[in-house]
């Protein structure tokens, strides 16, 4: 057995820090399941990180900016006011934090969740074409710890008593910058692990994270609140920043990386050009011959564009909800009475409890009918009834709200899940690349990057909206699940057609879906 500090063969030599260390311990290399393993987790906990740190702002408006347009003032009793002098608005209340307690307080919010998430979209571009050339761990690592630290600088604004919008406004595009690394590096690394036959279920099953991120930084921004708005920040910065030195120490970005040799469907070289689509994972005898794919190229592979418009529209509706939901809640009589932004902010992640559901449902439906388009558009046409009872009902009863919410979640976030990781999985492998799997993080970014422009763009204009109607504002989420919808029309038409054929066909080979062909 060799020692820690000297590898016994070359490929040891780019293995994780964390890796090495743990096949000392064993006494043996690690086999390729327990690679796969620690991919899962890693990753799965890496990109929670980033929501949790995401979710933060959304549950801290209520305090920021404690008073609502439609129903006078609002008080909430977590701290006293840290303002020099008394608001000069009459219909200011005197908690809040200026300059978001003033009568365009709301507007101000709206315009930092577009400044994080237009940065975020322009430089999920960016991140992808880089992700695709360097190493994957350094660059995950590199931004979750950026991520952390501008986290908690927007929470220093407490303690500095910083009432300047533009030090919020430029903390939150920096945050937005280095969050625009986590998506295109986890999904790449993920997609370099595992093969096509059943990404749709375990990915699904995976990108619980997104859930499970905006749930724990949910719960940890409200528990905080009490303490001040101020840890509700910096708490999940410190989080994720952990996370990143546990991604740098541990993280193995594909097989070839640490010499891990899988068997049957897990690991195949990539297949010519004639021999079917390719598999995600690269072949160490080709590596150098191969080269990153450019941007303009990615555009052009069958379904890509489709997928990225529809995410457009799709995370338009799910970041409107990521970003306002605690707010609506918060100010919207439920049975008659008003929650705290606390327990509005602990009842919004029932939403994300559906969305976890959404997600698996979603995942393993696709892979039983071998039809990514269908699904996602038949859960966009869902949204639109779920999102009118949860607004024409939700407010009878706390029951009835838990219930419409959850239903929501499901119809919501299904079809986000599913686009933003199998269908760009498969799509980066796509076998019009000719077995070139350098693509992965590419064209997840285009994807992604496409859709958070939409994720920018929904956050912005409810800002505004809201404060003269949320009815209003419930109409623009529906016609956006509506044209997501029709944006997959051709795709879904194509999927329609091979599934008729194959059916003529009384069991002849599967015809491939609709984005691949």
Known sequence: MGSLSEPND?????????????????????????????????????????????????????????????????????????????????????DGWAPFNGSDGTALLGELDLAFLAVYALGMYFSGHLGDRIDLRI??????????????????????????????????????????????????????????????????????????????????????????WGWSFVVPGLMIAFLGVVVFLILPVNPESVGAQGEGDEFHPPKKPDEGAAQPLLNSETVAKERAVGFIEAWKIPGVAPFALCLFFAKLVAYTFLYWLPFYISHTAIDGKYLSSTTAGNLSTLFDVGGVLGGILAGHISDRLDARAITAASFMYCAIPALFFYRSY?????????????????????????????VSADLGTHNSLEGNSRALATVTAIIDGTGSVGAAIGPLLTGYISSSSWSAVFIMLMAAALIAGLLLTRLVIAEVASKLEESRSHGGPASRPAHEV
């Open 10 to 94: 070359e490929s040891n030599y780019s293995k994780p820090l964390g890796l090495r260390f743990l096949e000392y311990i064993k006494g043996t290399p690690l086999s390729f399941k327990t690679h796969q393993a620690i991919v899962l987790i890693v990753t799965f906990l890496a990109y929670a990180s980033y929501h949790a740190t995401r979710k933060t702002t959304s549950i801290v408006k209520s305090t920021l900016d404690p008073q609502s347009s439609d129903f006078g003032l609002k008080f909430v009793p977590w701290r006293a006011s840290y303002l020099q002098e008394p608001p000069k608005l009459s219909l200011v209340s005197e």
């Open 394 to 422: 939700g407010h009878i009863s706390l029951t009835i709200n838990i219930v419409l919410m959850f239903i929501t979640g499901i119809f919501v976030n299904g079809p986000y899940a599913l686009i933003t990781t199998a």
């Open 139 to 228: 660059f995950l690592t590199a931004g979750m710890l950026g991520t952390g630290l501008f986290t908690s600088l927007f929470g220093v604004g407490y303690w500095g008593n910083i009432h300047s919008f533009y030090y919020f406004l430029i903390v939150q595009m920096l945050a937005g910058l280095f969050q625009s690394t986590g998506w295109p590096s986890v999904v790449a690394v993920v997609g370099n692990w595992f093969g096509k036959s059943k990404r749709g279920l375990i990915m699904g099953i995976w990108n619980a994270h997104t859930s499970v991120g905006n749930i724990t930084g949910s719960l940890v921004a409200s528990a905080l609140l009490s303490y001040g």
